[in-house]
């Protein structure tokens, strides 16, 4: 059974909530209070976080922002609010999805069921527990390695045989869902899904843009890849045993 932590000030929504997620194998634990929600999902280290946007104490933006860097599991906004505005900035604080309150629960349930499935491969998030002196907090993600290539989660930075690679917020997103899934097909639908939160349409271009800048910064070779490679009519693939040297 899958745990969710649900951070929710409505009892009413969060009690509706709980029970129809709890008769489709998912524990759902609740949490009224914002400004309660880093501890009480480091006491829970739940498969998933489910946040509402308005909660006393703090806002469920907030807490995205600040949850993201230590936790690896999805992050799920559920909300009222019906803005492109907020849906935008759900995303860019590390949210993986934007659901409307007034989404049908079997809907909710299907988009939750796919969040925990594209997780599940990864390790299982730690939490450090609470001690008298410190709040308890989620475990940072660990940083990848591949060969000289270094990933770290936390300062958002990466390094190639020490060289310091800049990348903007949505590339290093990017990478980090290719590297984090290294060895593996990922196709441009699961893509968008994980980092914008839409489907592929069949136009959309933006990940094969990101995907060349990705190669350019990281010294892949433009013309045949092999650090980073196309897979065709699938998707890309993150070749974890291509970072032996700076230089192809």
């Known amino acids: 059974m899958h745990k969710i932590a649900f951070v929710e000030d409505d009892p009413e929504v969060g009690k509706l909530i709980a029970a129809y997620l709890g008769k489709h194998d998912i524990d759902v634990h609740l949490e009224p209070r914002g400004d ?28 995205c922002r600040e949850l993201r860097p230590l936790y690896s599991g999805p992050i799920v906004l559920l909300t009222s609010l019906d803005s492109d505005m907020n849906h935008i900035l759900a995303l860019e604080m590390g949210a993986d999805d ?35 002196a410190v709040q308890a907090q989620v475990q940072v993600h660990k940083t990848l390695h591949f060969g000289l290539l270094c990933i770290d989660p936390v300062n958002r930075e990466v390094t190639l045989a020490e060289e310091n690679i800049v990348l903007s917020t949505a590339d290093f997103d990017l990478l980090w869902q290719l590297a984090t899934h290294a060895g593996h097909t990922m196709d441009r639908d699961l893509l968008l899904k994980n980092l914008r939160g839409v489907s592929y349409d069949g136009m959309d271009r933006s990940i094969d843009v990101a995907i060349s800048r990705l190669r350019k910064k990281l010294h892949d070779n433009a013309l045949e890849p092999f650090r980073i490679k196309t897979v065709r009519n699938k998707g890309y693939l993150f070749a974890p045993n291509a970072w032996e040297s700076a230089i192809p």
Do not use: C, W
């Open 36 to 63: 309660k929600a880093l501890d009480f999902i480091a006491q829970q280290n739940p498969d998933l976080v489910l946040l509402d946007v308005m909660l006393p104490g703090k806002d469920g933006m907030t807490i």
């Open 98 to 132: 934007y659901i409307l309150k007034t989404t049908p629960p079997a809907v909710l349930l299907a988009r939750l069921r796919l969040h925990l499935r594209q997780y599940s491969a990864q390790p299982a998030t730690q939490v450090a527990p609470e001690t008298p």
